[in-house]
């Protein structure tokens, strides 16, 4: 675990968009205010909306089999056959 740069309250705002930019490229702080910590600036993590398909293979492989028979007994036993009807008072 690395250790993260601390800054001051006035570096952050004197330095305010080097240290975004920072941030943005994976950089943490933690902010300190009269050599006391007071908070931690972090990079938001992003989803990934793709994975590679090398990277789905190899999760596949690893993947438990499923029984379809289990699976359908399984649906049929938590699925409402006959839902009831929202308009009927």
């Known amino acids: 675990m690395s250790i993260q740069p601390e800054i001051t309250q006035r570096d ?3 330095r305010s968009r080097e240290i975004m930019d ?3 490229g994976g950089q ?3 902010v300190t205010r009269d050599g006391h910590p007071i908070g ?3 990079p938001l993590r992003r989803r990934r909306r793709f994975v590679p398909r090398q990277e ?3 999760m596949s492989r690893s993947a438990p089999g499923i029984d379809l028979d289990t ?3 399984d649906q049929a036993a938590t699925a ?3 839902p009831d009807d ?3 008072r």
């Open 40 to 42: 931690q600036l972090v």
């Open 56 to 58: 789905f293979t190899a």
């Open 28 to 30: 943490s702080f933690t």
């Open 80 to 82: 409402e056959t006959y």
């Open 12 to 14: 952050l705002r004197n």
């Open 22 to 24: 920072a941030i943005q």
């Open 71 to 73: 699976f359908r007994a």
């Open 86 to 88: 929202p308009y009927v």
